[in-house]
């Protein structure tokens, strides 16, 4: 079977084509960094306009380079959210226009579960169940996969994404759009044990996260520290933030692989490409037996060939949707398609 997926909730317009779900035969993603860099975050009337500029020529591109024809293509997977409403009804309706003219199925796909999926691309020998701390842009899980399209989601964020809270401090520092891979590149030269910034942990046994207390102390410190006319020493607050972060995302995902008995703890989107995250998790639950796996990076920001692998489960499962498929900026992990007629 040959999936083509169309990827647009956010920045990256992205197209792929997958044989049998885990086959990734391409995957273009055309970023749109440069444009919204100036302005410090994604300006979404922007992003709409790049994505109708590139969806056809990406899709083609993939097309191509994996040397398939749109004939030979068996059903289209799009995101459909979460994500900017904009954005994603540039990939909804090219993926709804390409299924009907083509007659085969369409596959509506959620955002974050093509996170998690990405692992599956990454170890082609990965199944359920296993325990994943999903942490992008957007959001921050902590789940259960019982089985594929079968989630338990443990915990959540209760204020900022982890992605966001280093985009939020990054811009506070002036180092730049994204602030992610930047933070984890200075975090390399500071001491993690420069400045104590806050752990929250919340309630006991709460598997949740809290990042805007944490992100609010930054501020302060970088604040105070200019009002003292002290200087600040970036690669200290860069590793000493990234340190509270890692310390209680590390914490909660070994509590909740304990509890759930699983032998496998997996991450995904875009801060599981931290280095601090990927070392910090794999040292800390080798010693508990776990064994930790991550997409490479590529594969943990966004890309279509996420999308792909996870549109080739729900077509399995027989969850394909209709031409009534819509955008759905606030797309809940494990809600199935609204009919709208
Ligand atoms: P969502 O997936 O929640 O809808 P998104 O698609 O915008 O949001 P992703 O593309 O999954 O998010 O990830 C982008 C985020 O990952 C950004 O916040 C970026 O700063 C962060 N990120 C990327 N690389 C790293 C890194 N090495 N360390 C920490 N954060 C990172
Ligand atoms: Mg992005
Ligand atoms: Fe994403």
């Given at each position: 079977?040959?999936?083509?997926?169309?990827?647009t909730?956010?920045d990256?317009?992205s197209?792929?084509?997958?044989?049998?779900?885990?086959?990734?035969?391409?995957?273009v993603?055309s970023t749109?960094?440069?444009q919204h860099?100036?302005?410090g975050?994604?300006v979404?009337?922007?992003a709409?306009?790049k994505?109708v500029?590139n969806v056809?020529?990406v899709i083609q591109?993939a097309?191509?380079?994996a040397?398939v024809?749109l004939?030979?293509i068996?059903h289209?997977?799009?995101?459909?959210g979460?994500g900017?409403v904009?954005?994603?009804l540039?990939?909804v309706?090219?993926a709804k226009?390409m299924?009907?003219a083509?007659n085969i199925?369409?596959i509506g796909?959620?955002h974050i579960e093509?996170?998690?999926?990405?692992?599956?691309?990454e170890d082609?020998t990965?199944?359920p169940p296993f325990?994943?701390?999903i942490?992008?842009?957007?959001?921050?899980h902590?789940?259960?996969?019982?089985?594929?399209?079968?989630?338990?989601?443990m915990?959540k964020?209760?204020?900022?994404?982890?992605?966001e809270a280093?985009?939020?401090v990054a811009?506070?520092?002036?180092?730049?759009?994204?602030?992610?891979?930047?933070?984890?590149q200075l975090?390399?030269?500071?001491?993690?044990?420069a400045?104590?910034?806050?752990?929250?942990?919340?309630e006991?046994d709460?598997?949740?996260?809290?990042f805007s207390g944490?992100?609010?102390?930054?501020?302060n410190?970088?604040?105070?520290?200019r009002?003292?006319?002290?200087?600040?020493?970036?690669e200290?607050?860069?590793?000493?933030?990234?340190?509270a972060?890692m310390?209680v995302l590390?914490?909660k995902?070994?509590?909740?692989a304990k509890?759930k008995n699983?032998?496998?703890?997996v991450l995904?989107?875009?801060v599981?490409?931290n280095s601090?995250?990927?070392?910090?998790?794999?040292k800390?639950?080798?010693?508990l037996g776990f064994?930790?796996k991550?997409?490479?990076?590529?594969?943990c920001?966004?890309n279509?060939?996420m999308?792909?692998?996870?549109?080739?489960?729900?077509y399995?499962k027989?969850?394909?949707a209709?031409l009534?498929l819509n955008?759905?900026?606030?797309l809940?992990l494990?809600?199935?398609?609204?009919?709208h007629r």
């Amino acid at each position: 079977l040959l999936t083509l997926a169309i990827e647009t909730s956010c920045d990256e317009t992205s197209a792929a084509v997958l044989k049998n779900g885990r086959e990734v035969l391409s995957n273009v993603i055309s970023t749109q960094i440069e444009q919204h860099k100036k302005f410090g975050g994604v300006v979404p009337e922007v992003a709409s306009r790049k994505h109708v500029e590139n969806v056809d020529m990406v899709i083609q591109d993939a097309l191509d380079e994996a040397g398939v024809s749109l004939r030979q293509i068996d059903h289209i997977g799009v995101t459909y959210g979460p994500g900017l409403v904009g954005a994603l009804l540039v990939g909804v309706s090219t993926a709804k226009a390409m299924a009907y003219a083509l007659n085969i199925p369409l596959i509506g796909v959620n955002h974050i579960e093509g996170h998690i999926y990405a692992n599956f691309i990454e170890d082609p020998t990965l199944e359920p169940p296993f325990l994943c701390l999903i942490v992008s842009g957007g959001h921050s899980h902590l789940a259960y996969i019982k089985d594929y399209g079968r989630y338990e989601i443990m915990g959540k964020t209760r204020d900022d994404a982890v992605g966001e809270a280093f985009d939020k401090v990054a811009r506070a520092m002036e180092l730049g759009y994204p602030g992610g891979p930047i933070i984890d590149q200075l975090a390399k030269q500071g001491d993690p044990n420069a400045i104590h910034f806050p752990r929250v942990y919340l309630e006991n046994d709460s598997y949740d996260f809290s990042f805007s207390g944490l992100k609010s102390a930054v501020l302060n410190y970088l604040n105070s520290q200019r009002q003292k006319g002290e200087g600040i020493k970036v690669e200290d607050v860069a590793a000493s933030f990234q340190q509270a972060v890692m310390e209680v995302l590390i914490h909660k995902t070994l509590e909740g692989a304990k509890q759930k008995n699983v032998d496998k703890i997996v991450l995904a989107g875009g801060v599981a490409a931290n280095s601090a995250l990927r070392e910090g998790l794999k040292k800390k639950a080798a010693a508990l037996g776990f064994d930790v796996k991550y997409p490479s990076l590529q594969l943990c920001t966004d890309n279509a060939a996420m999308i792909g692998c996870a549109a080739y489960y729900n077509y399995l499962k027989g969850n394909t949707a209709d031409l009534y498929l819509n955008a759905v900026p606030n797309l809940k992990l494990g809600q199935l398609y609204e009919k709208h007629r």
